[in-house]
């Protein structure tokens, strides 16, 4: 879990006593981060419609998750959701377990309503209990969250085990980014080099050739034979080689000499560059 604070809570005392009691990131300076657990104040997302169309798209995605802290304004939170803020007295609470709604029901001065999205849930029965909502689009979407909790009161100063394991509860709601992102990023590794596409790679800086009629003619002129040509498929090694960008028009680039250099074949590529 990746958290960030916009930068309007990280320049205020309350979001500096946060990032001291969690691993937290200030957000980029303009804009929401590509991915990951946004806090924010509910006052700062009320003061803007056009924060508020932002952040809708934003937790459409999966693996955005944003979290309103107080303090709030009464009234609407935003205007695609039903949720509102009311001013009330502290909360009693009867479960005398550590929580973070014990440690807090005293500062708690919001109630939450509305009927979109679903509770966080709780151990605890008391009204304390509905503190905190979440909303998103879709099954695997990002979501949105409000909680009526001051996670940046001093109270928690020792109990930042507490204030991440309510996170986590936030979190585990959020969808997770599609596999297919994955199969896309490994699909390049189907053009990576293979042991022939090295072997090759050697002749051509070994003979200073670019393409493969180049490299036949080198080959077939060569005194001592160097290649079986019928295990090779030499266009597919070379079109390898310079996807990998190891090769070019103008014969092995400087990346293609360095991965030389970095390989066991380094030296009999020089020598056999020395003696072409």
């Given at each position: 879990?990746?958290?960030?604070l916009t ?14 009691l969690?691993?937290?990131?200030l957000s ?9 657990f946004v806090?924010?104040?509910?006052e ?6 056009d ?18 802290l107080p303090?709030?304004k ?6 695609f959701?039903d949720?509102e ?15 973070l709604?014990?440690l807090?029901k005293?500062?708690v ?7 979109e ?11 304390l209990?509905?503190?905190t909502?979440?909303?998103k689009?879709?099954s695997?979407?990002?979501?949105i ?24 509860k936030?979190?585990r ?10 199969v896309e ?5 189907e ?39 019928a295990?090779?498929d ?5 079109s390898?080689?310079r ?9 092995v ?5 360095t991965?030389?250099m ?15």
């Open positions: 879990m990746k958290l960030y930068p309007e809570l990280q320049a205020h005392r309350r979001g500096r006593f946060l990032a001291s969690l691993d937290i990131n980029p300076e303009h804009g929401l981060p590509q991915t990951g806090l924010m104040t509910g700062q997302l009320q003061a803007s419609p924060l508020q169309e932002e952040c809708a798209a934003w937790v459409r995605q999966p693996g955005c998750s944003l979290l309103l303090p709030y009464e009234g609407r939170i935003s205007h959701l949720w803020i009311e001013l009330v007295p502290s909360f009693l609470v009867a479960d005398q377990q550590p929580s709604e014990n807090l005293d500062e001065s919001y109630r939450l309503r509305g009927i999205g679903e509770c966080i849930e709780q151990a605890s029965s008391s009204e209990a509905s503190h909502r979440y909303w689009t879709h695997n979407s990002g979501l969250a409000a909680t009526t909790l001051p996670l940046w009161s001093i109270s928690l100063l020792d109990q930042a085990a507490l204030v991440n394991d309510f996170l986590v936030v979190e709601h959020c969808g997770v980014q599609s596999v297919t992102t994955e990023e490994k699909k390049p590794q053009d990576a080099i293979r042991p022939q596409d090295a072997t090759v790679l050697v002749c051509c800086y070994g003979f200073n050739v670019a393409t493969t009629e180049e490299l036949l003619s080198r080959l077939k002129t060569n005194a001592v034979p160097l290649l079986n040509l295990s090779f030499l266009p597919e090694n070379m390898r080689l996807n990998a960008g190891l090769l070019n028009d103008r014969g680039t400087e990346q293609g000499v991965h030389l970095e390989s066991k074949y380094w030296g009999f590529a020089e020598n056999l560059r020395k003696e072409a």
